[in-house]
C-alpha cells in the first residue's frame, strides 16, 4: 500500500505528466499508462468534475498527416477514466464500458486540448463529455464515455 508520502516507482512519470502531488499516492503504483506517455499527453487540471490535459498532434498522425481519430479516443477515454477513477475513491476503480466520438474538423499541427466535463457522477456509474480542441479554441471532436464504478476485489476488476 502506497501513502501520499512515499516515492513510488512511476514519481518522475507522474511528475512529467502533470499528476498533482495529491494524486501521486493514487497512482504511484501504477503509473499514468504506457500509451499515455507516448502519446505525450500532459494533465492541466484533475478532478471528478472537470480534468483537462494536451496533446501534441506531432507524433499522433494518420497516414494523410492529420491527428488520428483513434488518438483523439485516447485522449477522451484517458480524460473521462482519470475523472471518473479520481470520483470513485479508495478501495474502488472505474472501468470503461462505453466510448463513442464524433470528429468535426481536423488537424495537421499544433497542440490538442481535450477537457473533459461530468455528466453525471453516480455510485455505480460516471459519464463525462470530453471536448477537443485546438489551439484558436475550435471544436475538433467531442466524446462521450461511461465509467462502471467497482468495489476492489483482491487486484480482480
Known sequence: ???NFTPGPFTAELTAAGIPEHLHGWLGSFGIGALVVKMEIRFLEMSPERTVATMPVAGNTQVAGILHGGAHVVLAETLGSF???IHAG???HAVGIEVNATHHRSIATGLVTGTCTAIHLGRTLATHEIVMTDEAGRRLSTARITNMIRDNN????
Open 90 to 92: 479508495p478501495g474502488r
Open 83 to 85: 475523472s471518473a477513477g
Open 154 to 157: 483482491g487486484g480482480r476488476a
Open 1 to 3: 500500500m502506497m501513502d
